[in-house]
């Protein structure tokens, strides 16, 4: 039984009184088996395993640690427990309560950004007017700081200059929320807002709640868990590995959890299983710069004789991602137990670019570009389509790709839809009200005295000759701005539809819409435009290259879609577990913030030069020198038994000197009188 496997602070940790538990778990001292341990310990004393909430900070450590529950007692009995993100329970919770449609930020910022850009802002203030994605970006912030101040007054606090301007943001940021309201879009906040409310009407009885990575909660988040009320509470994090704060993670919730429960009890793993001495010992160098909130004397198990750490000097910024990609390429050891951890994104392309001259395969995690990628967002977005009836987004993103289609008639079309189909878009599509007008005249602009464009109906039947008879006169092809070209778009879209509209399992869902005509067509002029020369022309090699990537893109999608049953659950997946998806394998490059929660036998730390690492820039733009070196502790405690750190003098591209990091001086790799 999982109980029996722990060591001694582990097992004390895990059969606490039930309460108020903080259990401290540095890097690699067991965290997850202490929180198997204390599931394993509740289902043991009687408790319900649907009286147990477990919230991680990665879907993929919940299903890792139910999977582990599972072999003990049953797949069944853990798959009762409810277990995943704060954003997958809400979502869960919301889906069936409140029937919402979840939507990415950077799909909402699209519509956000037609909201902001017809306002006009006249220049008072030496302040520059947020751009629609900062004032996005900062009201994410401001309701996940947990604030009491209204957000004009919370933006005023921080930036006085911009006064004159914060009426119209709110005004900007309300019209926004009425037409999620309307469409019953929800953001990743909106989740955890409304499920905040909800859980404050209706107590849903848990019995213990767990969460894992603490000290990465947000006061939102922490919110959460207050208006839970569970009578237990069981908390595992380590204030060194708090990483979050630009996503408005708070230390300092995790540091207050004895003052805010006075029946606290707090446990310290201290014995680590992952790391070598030498590996712990320059991590320990480091982070002793930092406030001590807990006492912490890490105990080494791992046994054998492994290398020191070695610090690696380089001439120049390039250089340095080659001669670490010659460093791998005479290992002996797997390339997926390798990974080179940078500090800024800018340092992947360089990275891999360097291995892959050498023939190194490669992999990239954290980084959205599979699903930013065009193709995988209209599959997806044709998936919306199938299951969800007023989906305005998906609709007027697919339909966007006809030729002289655009956003504009593709939202005329979705609106005819719902006209024509009595709220139904999917009905007005197949089954449509002849004695519904399809588009309706164009308001009035009272300051122009004109309509804002001619909007005469033509002929439906005009396009018979050029499309399907089961299509043929739809009163959609009533728009006068429609072409024969989008025409036949249309009816390829309605003929695909009509082939998986009945389909439930997202892997024949998927299979047939990358097989149907339409997406060919779409698939086809991706791979065109991505090869297109300047001059027109195509190239021949770069279009070969595209139409790989694209299949190579569909093929991912279709193999992750095996693993559910119902498309709900699988968009909701895709949408939630985006940035935990890696593309291609071999040598894993990641960001640290990635590379949390995953360890290596191999590490290689780049780039650790001041203003790169830690990044001055970031901490001139509220973050801090010692949520830097916490990163630094991060990158460092991912490493098992071989631990490279390097950097570079100069970028002679933009003509940039480096001076090393100062926490290889910290580590005691360098010294003062050594610094060049």
């Avoid at 449609?101 to 909201?115: A, D, R």
């Avoid at 009885?205 to 237990?232: A, H, M, W």
């Avoid at 009163?475 to 072409?483: A, F, G, N, Q």
């Amino acid at each position: 039984m999982p109980l029996s496997r722990l060591n001694t602070e582990q097992y004390r940790a895990a059969t606490a009184k039930r309460g108020y538990n903080l259990i401290i778990a540095s890097a690699g001292t067991g965290k997850t088996s202490t929180i198997v341990g204390r599931i394993a310990f509740l289902l043991q004393n009687d408790i319900h395993p649907k009286q147990i909430l477990l919230l991680t900070f990665t879907n993929k450590a919940s299903a890792e640690m139910i999977e582990r529950v599972g072999r003990f007692f049953s797949p069944k009995i853990a798959g009762e427990i409810e277990s995943g993100t704060f954003h997958a329970v809400a979502y869960r919770y919301l889906k069936e309560h409140l029937h919402i449609t979840l939507k990415t930020p950077k799909e909402l910022k699209i519509l956000f950004k037609s909201l902001f850009e017809r306002r006009i802002f006249s220049e008072h203030s030496s302040a520059a007017v947020y751009s629609s994605q900062y004032l996005y970006d900062s009201h994410s912030l401001y309701l996940n700081s947990g604030s009491s101040l209204s957000f004009g007054e919370w933006v005023c606090q921080k930036i006085p200059a911009q006064a004159p301007y914060v009426q119209i943001y709110e005004d900007v940021l309300a019209e926004f929320d009425e037409l999620k309201r309307y469409h019953n879009y929800a953001d990743y906040n909106d989740l955890l807002l409304l499920f905040r409310r909800e859980i404050a009407k209706n107590a849903l009885g848990f019995e213990e709640v767990l969460c894992d990575e603490y000290q990465d909660t947000n006061p939102l988040q922490d919110s959460i868990l207050q208006t839970l009320r569970p009578k237990s509470l069981f908390c595992v994090g380590d204030y060194d590995q708090s990483i979050y704060a630009f996503n408005g993670a708070d230390i300092g919730i995790i540091g207050s959890f004895a003052d805010k429960y006075p029946q606290a009890q707090v446990f310290s793993l201290s014995k680590n299983y992952r790391s070598s001495a030498e590996i712990l010992s320059l991590a320990d160098r480091v982070i002793k710069h930092n406030p001590r909130i807990y006492p912490k004397n890490l105990e080494v198990i791992k046994e054998g004789v492994f290398p020191p750490p070695k610090l690696l000097g380089f001439d120049e910024l390039f250089a340095q991602y080659q001669g670490i990609a010659k460093h791998i390429a005479l290992s002996n050891y797997k390339h997926e137990d390798i990974a080179i951890i940078f500090r800024n994104n800018a340092s992947a392309d360089g990275l891999e670019a360097s291995l892959r001259e050498l023939g190194i395969s490669c992999r990239r995690k954290g980084s959205t570009s599979f699903f930013d990628s065009k193709e995988v967002n209209i599959v997806l977005d044709i998936c919306a389509i199938a299951i969800y009836p007023r989906d305005m987004m998906a609709y007027i993103h697919i339909l966007g790709y006809g030729k002289g289609i655009g956003n504009a008639m593709a939202k005329d079309i979705y609106e005819s839809l719902l006209r024509l189909g009595d709220g139904v878009a999917l009905r007005g599509l197949f089954s449509p009200d002849s004695k519904v007008r399809p588009y309706e005249q164009r308001a009035k602009n009272t300051e122009l005295g004109l309509f804002d464009d001619f909007f005469a109906l033509q002929a439906k039947n005009r396009f018979d000759a050029h499309i399907s008879k089961r299509f043929a006169s739809h009163p959609i092809l009533e728009h006068p701005k429609l072409s024969v070209k989008g025409a036949q778009f249309l009816d390829r879209f309605f003929t695909m539809l009509g082939e998986i509209k009945e389909l439930k399992s997202p892997k024949n869902l998927i299979a047939r819409i990358v097989h149907s005509e339409f997406f060919k067509d779409i698939a086809h002029n991706l791979a065109q435009s991505r090869a297109k020369n300047k001059d027109g022309s195509i190239d021949s090699d770069r279009l070969q290259k595209a139409q790989d990537s694209l299949q190579r893109k569909v093929s991912l999608l279709q193999d992750l879609a095996c693993n559910y049953q119902e498309v709900g659950k699988f968009l909701n997946a895709m949408i939630l577990g985006s940035s935990e998806a890696s593309e291609g394998s071999g040598v894993n490059l990641l960001s640290v913030h990635a590379s949390k929660g995953l360890e290596f036998r191999d590490v290689y730390i780049v780039d650790l030069m001041e203003g790169r690492f830690p990044n001055v820039k970031l901490m001139n733009k509220g973050g801090s020198l010692e949520e830097e070196r916490r990163l630094m502790y991060v990158a460092i405690t991912r490493a098992k038994e071989n631990l490279v750190l390097s950097y570079a003098k100069r970028d002679v591209l933009k003509g940039i000197e480096y001076e090393p990091s100062r926490f290889l001086y910290e580590a005691k790799l360098l010294h003062k009188n050594a610094r060049t």
